[in-house]
């Protein structure tokens, strides 16, 4: 059960990352491109609210 859980959610993680880019590839081309302006210390921040977010996410919903 819980390999299916996994399995399920990483899934899920590749659908919701391959919207953006299906959609508007253009957007999405220029969003990567402001991402790569930005410095080391800032893309820790995005890494690190979002994981947080994730596992608050997680919290609530398990």
Do not use: K, N
Request: proline share 3%.
């Amino acid at each position: 059960m819980d390999g299916e859980i996994f399995w399920a959610a990483l899934a899920l993680m590749l659908v919701l990352e391959g919207l953006f880019p299906f959609l508007s590839p253009g957007g999405w081309r220029q969003t990567f491109l402001r991402l790569m302006q930005l410095r080391d210390g800032q893309l820790r921040f995005f890494g690190l609210t979002s994981i947080l977010i994730g596992l608050v996410l997680l919290w609530i919903v398990l």
